[in-house]
């Protein structure tokens, strides 16, 4: 796989991930013009790993700027590329899941993926979307050991060559592990020097699962995200030393904690400022100081949280893992 100066990673399943993604999240509007030039564009500038999900509505973004990018010659074959998906919730029943795995190649174009995750641990009842999320009664606990079997089972025909898990916690990544057959490869959670997921990066880096670190930025301007990366002085601090950007301070910080990460920007400067942090180090002592700066989570998870759902407070979703 060509990467561009982009480190890869061997996965369990022994497939090779290039440590830097593009991350495709984007409000969760439907894909637009703008999406497709922009995932483009960031091919032609040597990103090889694409981030996206059902949910996003941007598969058929990433899947049209795929077919321009071997029609224009940025990649020679589509074997270039990490493609990642994610099963939605309303998805993860036994017997949707290879049904939602070949819904998302229909809309990306595409034979197989790379890598296909669980995008949450928790099912909901089928049809439901972004907009039914307020209706606590639609959400169901998950059923780990069967819908992981119908994961495996796309693995095993092909259509994904690795298979794994997002925004789980070690004790559900350790009770779905209990009847798998095929250990997850990947857990993609919230990280960041402001989220640091020291348990949870213990307890993957034991188990052989790659952490692959999202909101690597904070997320702001997202309607969600928060200020706590971009606008933290220590960062700032570090950055003007170095004579990097404060983004270029937290990816290489994430980068060396030896997990993989996704960034999500279209705007083709920043692009091109995120991949170069590669060929520099971070210092003892911008590290000390980042380890001792406050910790919160940005991405919650409130939305799974009911007095009548699976979940009755966010320590039960987390595990109270931080």
Same mark, same amino acid.
């Given at each position: 796989?060509?990467?561009?100066?982009?480190?890869?990673?061997?996965?369990?399943?022994?497939?090779?991930?290039?440590?830097?993604?593009?991350?495709?999240?984007?409000?969760?509007?439907?894909?637009?013009?703008?999406?497709?030039?922009?995932?483009?564009?960031?091919?032609?500038?040597?990103?090889?790993?694409?981030?996206?999900?059902?949910?996003?509505?941007?598969?058929?973004?990433?899947?049209?700027?795929?077919?321009?990018?071997?029609?224009?010659?940025?990649?020679?074959?589509?074997?270039? %590329?990490?493609?990642?998906?994610?099963? +939605? !919730? @309303?998805? #993860?029943?036994?017997?949707?899941?290879? *049904?939602?795995?070949?819904?998302?190649?229909?809309?990306?174009?595409?034979?197989?993926?790379?890598?296909?995750?669980?995008?949450?641990?928790?099912?909901?009842?089928?049809?439901?979307?972004?907009?039914?999320?307020?209706?606590?009664?639609?959400?169901?606990?998950?059923?780990?050991?069967?819908?992981?079997?119908?994961?495996?089972?796309?693995?095993?025909?092909?259509?994904?060559?690795?298979?794994?898990?997002?925004?789980?916690?070690?004790?559900?990544?350790?009770?779905?592990?209990?009847?798998?057959?095929?250990p997850p490869a990947v857990n993609q959670v919230e990280m960041?020097?402001?989220?640091?997921?020291?348990?949870?990066?213990?307890?993957?880096?034991?188990?052989?699962?790659?952490?692959?670190?999202?909101?690597? %930025?904070?997320?702001?301007?997202?309607? +969600? !995200? @928060?200020? #706590?990366?971009?606008?933290?002085?220590? *960062?700032?601090?570090?950055?003007?030393?170095?004579?990097?950007?404060?983004?270029?301070?937290?990816?290489?910080?994430?980068?060396?904690?030896?997990?993989?990460?996704?960034?999500?920007?279209?705007?083709?400067?920043?692009?091109?400022?995120?991949?170069?942090?590669?060929?520099?180090?971070?210092?003892?002592?911008?590290?000390?100081?980042?380890?001792?700066?406050?910790?919160?989570?940005?991405?919650?998870?409130?939305?799974?949280?009911?007095?009548?759902?699976?979940?009755?407070?966010?320590?039960?979703?987390?595990?109270?893992?931080?």
């Amino acid at each position: 796989m060509e990467n561009s100066g982009v480190p890869v990673i061997t996965l369990s399943s022994g497939k090779g991930v290039p440590v830097l993604g593009l991350g495709t999240a984007e409000n969760l509007t439907k894909g637009s013009e703008r999406e497709k030039l922009a995932i483009l564009k960031a091919i032609e500038l040597g990103y090889r790993h694409f981030d996206t999900a059902f949910i996003y509505q941007t598969e058929e973004s990433v899947g049209e700027a795929i077919a321009e990018a071997l029609q224009l010659g940025f990649i020679k074959s589509r074997d270039e %590329l990490f493609i990642t998906s994610k099963l +939605w !919730g @309303s998805d #993860a029943h036994p017997d949707r899941v290879l *049904l939602a795995l070949q819904n998302s190649l229909r809309n990306l174009k595409l034979q197989y993926l790379d890598l296909y995750l669980i995008h949450y641990p928790v099912s909901l009842k089928p049809g439901t979307t972004v907009k039914d999320l307020g209706n606590k009664d639609n959400f169901l606990p998950m059923d780990y050991k069967s819908v992981w079997a119908a994961m495996e089972e796309c693995q095993k025909l092909g259509l994904t060559k690795s298979i794994g898990v997002s925004n789980f916690s070690s004790k559900k990544i350790q009770e779905l592990m209990s009847t798998a057959s095929i250990p997850p490869a990947v857990n993609q959670v919230e990280m960041n020097p402001t989220w640091q997921q020291k348990k949870l990066r213990e307890y993957c880096q034991a188990n052989n699962i790659l952490v692959t670190a999202y909101s690597t %930025l904070g997320a702001k301007g997202t309607g +969600w !995200g @928060s200020n #706590a990366v971009m606008g933290s002085e220590v *960062l700032n601090q570090i950055a003007l030393a170095r004579g990097k950007s404060i983004a270029q301070i937290s990816l290489r910080w994430v980068y060396e904690q030896g997990v993989s990460l996704v960034v999500k920007s279209f705007n083709e400067e920043r692009m091109r400022e995120n991949l170069k942090i590669f060929d520099w180090e971070l210092t003892a002592e911008d590290l000390k100081k980042i380890d001792e700066l406050p910790q919160s989570r940005v991405a919650t998870a409130a939305f799974v949280v009911s007095e009548t759902g699976p979940f009755k407070s966010l320590e039960e979703f987390w595990d109270d893992e931080s």
